[in-house]
């Protein structure tokens, strides 16, 4: 009997989930105190989407707390505003998992995973499946795609600013290009077709073909397992999981598969990696949620270590002497009117692509009636960091927005959480998600992984 | 306890604004734990331990700044310091966070003692060498923060076990690189096929990192095989040597790319699977069966995955060990299938271990293995091709053409009887990918004075000294570096200075300089090439200094510039145990284990003798460790 076997036969999860939990840290030192009910029936949001503004929030024009525990939204958040009884903001938060590199910055990789970076490798990769990655096991069983990464101007970054990870050790690459995302969502449809209900028009002969060779794959897979031992079957076991979601995939491009009135999207074609391409990777992502493409997705900014430049606001950058986003948080005139109004513009230009999700989610209803999208999803806004030029990672500030259908609010809409560790959080939204867990991640720097869920939540 | 310090400060005359003043020297942001406080406090308060308990490998040396920390840790008692803020990891009560002493200067603090302590509770007595002394020791206490475990190479240093083996042979993923020059030799295309639409892999110490199979790569996997099938199955005639309507033709065609694409005979269940799929499409057109049983192999397992490299026994002669030793020195020198003669000689049983010596001496010396390991060895090793991936201000086609002349100067001084890791580091000349040939050029000195290294590890705006010293001692001499857990205070260049002169708060603050001591002189040696790799001799309108100390196993080495201190490098031992190391990681594809410290200590004392890296390769190959299980 192996570990797995020993540890999950009492639990009323399959050996597949409790290995995957085990693997992501999540019952490492919970059991038999946790119990995951993860697929015994889906409880709470239906999706899960991140935005992640790596290089920090400029807190003095942050929303803040107003009378009676009420949000009063700042500058960088007005396009937020019609949203804000859907908005939770927490402030006070430590992301101690990230505070142990020799890169002073390990912010993303350890984001949504609350790890211990691994020590096989001499870079900073995580041990440990990011919070997406886990909830997409709840969330996919009826979308082509488990989960939809993009990422804005990431081109060639490193492990270190990767926010998504499927396995241990495996980061996902978000893509960066609109033109990308489109392939890879609506490949060979053209702007306006309906892909949804029955009258979709549906291509069997293909979809036989594809499927035979993609079931000759797992043939092929199962005869090699038999050889095999340990994470070898383990890691062919995600293969065939691999083969399975391409299946998926290749029905829907077949015809067939979205959601009632999922329209393909008009493009703009290839952009120039500007503020246009930022839009069009969003309005992708909303688009492949309406459609039931995916119920996951996360959305990162580079974080700014190397070469991100906000070149289309030159009348904020040229005062620093320096263009690039990490050397103007590095100067000494931070405490300037220009600094105000650049760092201002930067969030709401982040703030403003987050809205145009939310305004979507807030006003399609659910098919079943329960409410509109937004009522059914979780959405984090995150950044890395607090201070920039001091790469710190502690008193940062997050917003949860929407799922008012779960059992997350308490109340407060804005919250200092005086130093809580940040992935409390994670454990509060595993639970919203109707995870029965008291830990998440497997950090053992700076007092451990977190182990219980946010005081700023109600779960 | 806290309580009882807190009333005698008060009575003292000390306000609670005073304690804030009082913090704002170091910006407290949290507090200590109370175990520590307690312990602390009933060790009263000790004098910073700067004894090093292993002077021989750890170059972890405090830096002394100016002042005498054991006086200080006195004065810190004399003068009651200790009756509010405590001690190291004591916060008294009003705590002083060793995390935030990392945001001041030496000078500053020594300023501040002598100006504001104590506040309100004048006069101020601690000043000149008092304040000096107790800054000193302050200081000293984030150095906790810094984990232990800089050291430099020394066999002592390796922890080998000698009944330490893995359990069999790890599935290991071909790489994207590895896939598609595969295809290309499979089907004996005309060029390699493209990977474009196929997702970045993850890099594991510089080397591709190839794992899971996520559906991004799936999906890469299933657009290449799609677009290689059509392209056969359109020329089906000459790719295939059979005629439309020759069905028997059709299978054999498709049962000899299997065994060659699966690098061993087929079974007869395997082959089943291949060719029940040749049939279902062959109702349609043998060419359409052909088309989807070739897509199914390209995205089969048993050609997607390989046996790793393991520690382990000897090979066995049995047949499969036949195949299974042709394929891992064939994917290890060359990056695709085994060739012709090495395929012939694993299907005769002929690959004994002088055999397979001898056919890595011949793939070693083709011009084709050479290139690839220049690109997928040595390039990936010292991180040149990520001047193509991190830098998009430059345009591409330049970047490339500058990638591309590193590689030429990694052809022209690694390999062959002239070419040795020396050279590679030392040479006074840059590549020229248009000739293929070196251009003498005295002011460069080897492959980290090239353009596209410079490039590698510089942003658009500004050269990135820290990196290429990191680089220097990480990667290049396979030292390690300490992790830090506080936060930091970055540098920025000011007008005026040298970057080496902002950097001047990593050699005052000996909680950054425990650790920046390790590699900021090392990345300063290259300041005289910007970060375009242009030769220069000012920064910021100063004269650069590139002069620096670099410490040895057992000494230090005073260097004048990056030419003084690569030539010192480049004739060290260190290097040479360091390219072992990253060959084996290489071959390994993954961080070198713990369990092969016993081959590296063996392999260190094996390529001592041979300064070409091939050399090195056939010394390593000789190791029975790379054909076993």
Redesign the interface.
């Known amino acids: 009997m192996n570990k797995f076997d020993k540890f999950s036969k009492d639990l009323p999860i399959s050996r597949r989930v409790f290995g995957k939990l085990s693997t992501a840290g999540l019952l490492t030192m919970a059991y038999p105190i946790n119990r995951v009910y993860a697929q015994a029936g889906q409880k709470g949001p239906r999706r899960f989407f991140v935005l992640n503004q790596s290089g920090g929030f400029w807190q003095q024009r942050w929303s803040s707390a107003g009378p009676g525990g009420s949000l009063v939204i700042g500058d960088s958040h007005e396009a937020l505003a019609p949203y804000a009884d859907h908005i939770v903001a927490i402030k006070g938060l430590d992301n101690a998992a990230g505070r142990n590199s020799r890169v002073h910055f390990l912010g993303p990789v350890t984001l949504l995973t609350g790890c211990n970076t691994s020590t096989a490798n001499v870079k900073a990769l995580s041990s440990a499946r990011s919070l997406d990655q886990i909830l997409s096991d709840q969330l996919s069983d009826n979308v082509p795609f488990s989960s939809i990464e993009t990422g804005f101007r990431t081109k060639g970054i490193g492990s270190q600013e990767r926010i998504s990870y499927a396995a241990p050790n495996s980061p996902k690459n978000p893509i960066n290009s609109g033109a990308a995302l489109f392939e890879k969502l609506f490949k060979g449809k053209a702007p306006g077709t309906n892909l949804g209900g029955a009258s979709a028009p549906v291509d069997s002969s293909a979809i036989e073909r594809e499927v035979r060779v993609l079931d000759g794959i797992v043939d092929q897979i199962k005869m090699m397992q038999r050889e095999l031992v340990g994470d070898d079957k383990e890691r062919l076991e995600k293969h065939i999981e691999t083969i399975r979601e391409i299946e998926k995939r290749v029905e829907l491009s077949a015809g067939g598969g979205a959601a009632a009135g999922c329209i393909v999207p008009e493009t703009a074609g290839r952009l120039d990696a500007g503020p246009k391409e930022a839009e069009l990777l969003l309005d992708l992502t909303t688009q492949a949620f309406v459609c039931g493409l995916t119920n996951i997705g996360t959305y990162s900014t580079r974080k700014g270590a190397v070469d991100m430049i906000y070149d289309w606001m030159p009348e904020h950058t040229e005062v620093y002497g320096t263009k690039t986003h990490h050397g103007i948080t590095h100067t000494e005139k931070l405490n300037t009117p220009q600094a105000d109004a650049y760092f201002t513009k930067v969030d709401k230009f982040h703030t403003g692509l987050l809205a145009r999700l939310v305004k979507t989610f807030a006003e399609t209803p659910e098919a079943d009636g329960s409410g509109t999208m937004l009522d059914n999803s979780l959405i984090l806004y995150t950044t890395c960091i607090s201070k920039p030029n001091a790469h710190s990672h502690r008193n940062m500030s997050w917003m949860v927005i929407g799922g008012q259908g779960s059992d997350l609010w308490k109340g407060n809409r804005c919250i200092d959480v005086g130093g809580e560790k940040l992935h409390n959080i994670h454990v509060s939204v595993m639970r919203a998600f109707g995870n029965d867990v008291n830990q998440f991640g497997n950090s053992s720097v700076n007092g451990g992984a977190a182990s219980g869920p946010s005081s700023a939540l109600k779960v | 306890m806290p309580r009882l310090l807190y009333n005698a400060c008060i009575k003292r005359g000390l306000s609670n604004g005073s304690f804030r003043s009082l913090n704002n020297l170091v910006r407290t942001?949290?507090l200590l734990s109370l175990v520590t406080f307690v312990t602390h406090l009933a060790g009263c308060i000790s004098a910073p331990d700067t004894s090093d308990p292993n002077p021989s490998t750890s170059i972890a040396s405090k830096i002394d700044v100016g002042g005498d920390a054991q006086k200080g840790a006195a004065s810190w008692v004399e003068h009651r310091c200790n009756n509010c803020h405590g001690t190291n990891k004591n916060q008294g009560t009003s705590p002083i966070d060793p995390d935030n002493l990392v945001?001041t200067t030496y000078e500053n603090l020594v300023k501040y003692i002598e100006d504001d302590m104590p506040k309100g509770y004048g006069p101020h007595t601690c000043v000149g060498d008092c304040a000096k002394d107790t800054a000193q020791y302050m200081l000293y206490w984030g150095t906790d923060l810094v984990d232990p475990g800089a050291k430099v190479f020394a066999k002592s240093n390796l922890s080998c076990s000698e009944d330490a083996t893995l359990?069999?042979d790890?599935?290991v993923r071909l790489s994207p690189i590895e896939y598609v020059r595969s295809l290309k030799d499979l089907f004996e295309l005309d060029s390699i096929p493209s990977l474009d639409g196929f997702?970045?892999e993850?890099?594991?110490?510089g080397f591709l990192?190839a794992?899971?199979?996520?559906?991004?790569?799936?999906?890469g996997y299933?657009a290449i095989s799609e677009a290689v099938a059509t392209a056969i199955v359109s020329d089906y005639a000459s790719k295939t040597a059979c005629t439309l309507n020759n069905e028997n033709c059709a299978k054999t065609y498709i049962s000899n790319i299997a065994e060659r694409a699966f690098r061993m005979p087929v079974s007869t269940?395997?082959l089943e699977?291949?060719l029940?799929?040749y049939e279902?499409?062959a109702r349609e057109s043998i060419q359409?069966g052909v088309h989807?049983s070739l897509?199914?192999i390209m995205?089969?397992?048993?050609f997607i995955?390989k046996p790793r490299l393991t520690i382990g026994s000897n090979a066995s002669g049995s047949s499969l060990d036949q195949y299974k030793n042709a394929s891992k020195l064939s994917y290890l020198l060359t990056g695709s299938i085994p060739d012709k003669d090495l395929w012939a000689d694993a299907k005769a049983g002929n690959l004994d271990s002088d055999n397979l010596l001898q056919h890595a001496q011949r793939l070693l010396a083709q011009p084709e293995t050479r290139e690839y390991l220049s690109r997928e060895f040595i390039a990936r090793w010292f991180k040149v091709k990520?001047a193509?991936?991190?830098?998009?201000?430059i345009e591409y086609t330049a970047l490339k053409q500058q990638v591309d002349d590193a590689i030429t100067f990694i052809l022209n001084t690694a390999w062959g009887e002239n070419g040795s890791i020396e050279r590679l580091l030392t040479e006074p000349a840059v590549g020229d990918s248009r000739t293929n040939q070196l251009t003498n050029d005295p002011s460069r000195v080897g492959l980290l004075t090239q353009p596209a290294w410079m490039a590698a590890f510089g942003?658009?705006?500004r050269t990135e000294p820290i990196l290429r010293g990191?680089f220097f001692v990480?990667d290049m001499l396979c030292r390690e570096?300490?992790?830090?857990?506080?936060?930091?205070?970055?540098p920025?260049p000011v007008?005026g200075e040298t970057l080496r002169e902002s950097l001047k708060i990593h050699r005052e603050n000996p909680i950054c300089g425990n650790?920046h001591a390790l590699f900021d002189p090392m990345g300063i040696a290259f300041e005289n090439y910007d970060q375009y790799g242009n030769l220069r001799t000012h920064d910021g309108g100063s004269v650069i200094d590139a002069s620096g100390v670099f410490p040895t196993t057992d000494s230090t080495y005073d260097f004048k510039d990056a030419n003084d201190l690569l030539n010192y490098v480049a004739n060290t031992e260190e290097l040479r145990y360091c390219t072992a190391k990253h060959w084996m990681a290489y071959a390994f594809r993954?961080?070198v284990?713990e369990q092969l410290n016993c081959e590296l200590e063996g392999l260190v004392d094996s390529v001592k003798g041979y300064s070409g890296i091939d050399q090195m390769i056939i010394e390593t190959l000789k190791q029975t460790a790379f054909f076993g299980g």
Do not use: W
């Open positions: 942001l949290y945001h359990a069999h790890k599935l997702p970045e993850e890099l594991d110490n990192y794992e899971s199979v996520l559906a991004e790569t799936g999906e299933k269940e395997l699977s291949v029940s799929v279902a499409g359409e989807d897509k199914l995205q089969s397992p048993f995955y990520n193509t991936a991190i830098r998009d201000d942003s658009s705006e990191v990480e570096v300490p992790t830090f857990n506080g936060d930091v205070m970055f920025e007008a650790c993954k961080a284990p």
